[in-house]
């Protein structure tokens, strides 16, 4: 007699061979001074004139960056309810220096203060002018 697994088994048996197989903490920041991976690329958050350890608005941060990427780039786009406030991007390229600062002042027009939260996109451009996102890190930053 021939037995037949149910399709929900299946389903199930495939979930968890699929959430070993990719850990939630390759895509989530580990909070300030935390960093985010993405296989052999990473972007962690480093505070350059905190005054309590912690992002704040108005203060600056920067970031580490570890890319096997000829041309990484970080980006960083921060939210207040949904909307989005801030956005500034810089190279962090290892043999090329960025003419410009690689600081990211926390304000912004839109941003006159309080709490948001942030997201740092490590990148670099393809071939066909598109960009392909190598490691994210998430981080709040406080009023």
């Known amino acids: 007699m021939e037995t037949r697994e149910r399709p929900v088994a299946r389903i199930a048996?495939?979930?968890?061979?699929?959430?070993?197989?990719?850990p939630p903490a390759a895509?989530?920041?580990?909070?300030?001074?935390?960093?985010?991976?993405?296989?052999?690329?990473?972007?962690?958050?480093?505070?350059?004139?905190?005054?309590?350890?912690?992002?704040?608005?108005?203060?600056?941060?920067t970031f580490k960056v570890?890319?096997?990427?000829?041309?990484?780039?970080?980006?960083?786009?921060?939210?207040?309810?949904?909307?989005s406030v801030y956005t500034h991007s810089a190279g962090f390229y290892p043999t090329y220096p960025w003419p410009w600062a690689q600081n990211f002042v926390l304000s912004s027009y839109a941003w006159t203060g309080g709490a948001a939260d942030c997201t740092a996109k490590?990148?670099?451009?393809?071939?066909?002018?598109?960009?392909?996102?190598?490691?994210?890190?998430?981080?709040h930053v406080y009023p």
């Open 122 to 139: 490590l990148y670099t451009m393809n071939s066909k002018g598109g960009s392909v996102i190598l490691a994210t890190l998430g981080f």
């Open 13 to 22: 048996i495939l979930a968890a061979v699929l959430a070993l197989a990719v």
């Open 66 to 83: 570890s890319s096997t990427a000829q041309y990484p780039s970080v980006e960083t786009t921060c939210h207040q309810n949904g909307t």
């Open 27 to 61: 895509f989530a920041g580990k909070g300030p001074g935390g960093g985010g991976t993405g296989g052999s690329n990473s972007v962690a958050l480093v505070l350059v004139n905190s005054s309590d350890a912690v992002p704040n608005w108005g203060e600056t941060v």
